[in-house]
């Protein structure tokens, strides 16, 4: 029996350009004759052989079958990451974990040092990473049985379950792999199943929504045609948009309360009404509209208390130039503003030193003692504020 799987059941909102310029490129390769100048050879653990060999092949037949199974699994992939260079980076990251992976089974177990080649380990690497970002999207899949053939539709998860599964019981029961690199369409598999698992939570959160809308729409065009998933899409389309309208609603009249409570002096009663519907969790693109209708509104302590909650979450992001944007912003209000996490004063201080605002870097260290007792370096606050007078003096 034969089961090949050809394409997700998604409607992507735009060509996957890279997953095709790989494609291309893999048999450009081929058809050049240049595919023993790019395998690698596992004894030399040469990062860039180990790239290059992803894009080499043996023969038609191992060249085309990749090509099958990448481009049912990649291309709806290269959508959901979204963006081309972590995309790119990420089948790198894969080909450096199959040839790692590869020479270091030849060094252990002493087996003949074969040169490697094909995209196979990248092409397990997208099945493991769909797995982990999109593991119920329907794959088709084309079955041939002697005369009879079908197509039908399985779970991605279960085709990694399937492929990766198969390969590692061959690896740890077989001696003889027959030619085919079985490593490295495990630790392939493996490698993309967990950069996903460590990098692309916050990604497979984002896309969740709208994954599972799109899955049930080709479940709706899979049992009933494509005329009736159309319109089941209209209809999903439609009643996201009047949740979407629902929500600045919900949120304009959230707002009207903060603005009666801003304007009339009660701050305090501002605050704790934003504290309960935005906390850390909240995106900062979110928290920063929120800051610029608070800001309309003219300089308030409800302005500060959300400017804090986006400095502390810049920072953590690492985002520190945007952070200090912020900081500048809420000193121009009071120049005593305090950070929310005290053990960055000394960093933001310096940094605006660095950047020529003298005057925020001297609002954060002057009366140090005072303002944050034993919570920041008295003493290195007070070289830098000595250092700040005598610049602004010279």
Same mark, same amino acid.
């Given at each position: 029996m034969l089961i090949v799987p050809y394409s997700t059941a998604l409607k992507l909102a735009k060509p996957p350009i #890279? $997953?095709?310029?790989?494609?291309? %490129?893999? *048999? %450009? #390769?081929? #058809?050049? &004759?240049?595919?023993?100048?790019?395998?690698?050879? !596992? $004894? @030399?653990?040469?990062?860039?052989?180990?790239i290059t060999a992803s894009l080499a092949h043996a023969d038609w037949f191992h060249l085309l079958g990749n090509l099958v199974f990448f481009l049912a699994f990649a291309p709806a992939l290269e959508i959901l990451i979204g963006s081309k260079i972590?995309?790119?980076?990420?089948? /790198?990251?894969? @080909?450096l974990v199959v040839g790692v992976s590869y020479s270091f089974s030849i060094l252990i177990g002493n087996a003949n040092p074969l040169p490697t080649l094909g995209l196979s380990g990248v092409v397990t690497g997208m099945i493991g990473l769909s797995a982990f970002l999109m593991p119920q999207a329907r794959i088709r899949v084309f079955g041939w049985f002697v005369v009879v053939w079908k197509i039908f539709y399985v779970p991605a998860w279960v085709l990694a379950v399937i492929y990766i599964g198969l390969d590692a019981w061959e690896m740890v029961t077989e001696e003889n792999y027959h030619g085919i690199n079985v490593v490295a369409h495990v630790s392939g598999g493996v490698a993309g199943y967990l950069y996903g698992f460590l990098w692309l939570k916050e990604r497979r959160e984002d896309t969740r929504e709208e994954l599972e809308q799109e899955i049930e729409v080709m479940k709706v065009e899979q049992k009933h045609g494509k005329r009736r998933s159309e319109a089941?899409? &209209?209809? #999903?389309? $439609?009643? =996201?948009?009047q949740i979407e309208r629902q929500q600045v609603l919900d949120t304009d009249k959230f707002m009207g309360k903060v603005y009666q409570c801003v304007k009339t002096h009660r701050d305090a009663e501002a605050i704790? *009404?934003? *504290?309960?519907?935005y906390d850390?969790?909240? !995106? /900062?693109?979110e928290l920063e509209n929120v800051y610029k209708r608070v800001e309309e509104w003219g300089a308030s302590r $409800? =302005?500060?208390c959300i400017g804090r909650l986006i400095i502390h979450l810049l920072d953590q992001d690492k985002r520190h130039g945007r952070a200090f944007a912020y900081i500048d912003k809420c000193h121009s209000i009071s120049p005593q503003f305090v950070l929310a996490d005290l053990s960055k004063t000394l960093f933001y201080a310096r940094f605006a030193i660095e950047t020529g605002k003298l005057d925020i870097g001297k609002n954060m260290v002057v009366d140090s003692e005072k303002r944050y007792g034993n919570m920041v370096n008295a003493d290195q606050c007070r070289q830098f504020h000595h250092y700040i007078l005598k610049n602004q003096a010279g």
């Open positions: #890279v $997953t095709y310029i790989v494609s291309l %490129l893999c *048999l %450009l #390769v081929f #058809v050049t &004759g240049l595919n023993e100048e790019f395998w690698y050879e !596992p $004894t @030399s653990w040469n990062p860039i052989a180990m972590r995309y790119i980076w990420i089948m /790198i990251f894969i @080909s089941f899409r &209209g209809k #999903v389309a $439609t009643e =996201q948009r704790n *009404l934003l *504290l309960s519907r850390l969790d909240t !995106p /900062i693109m $409800t =302005q500060l």
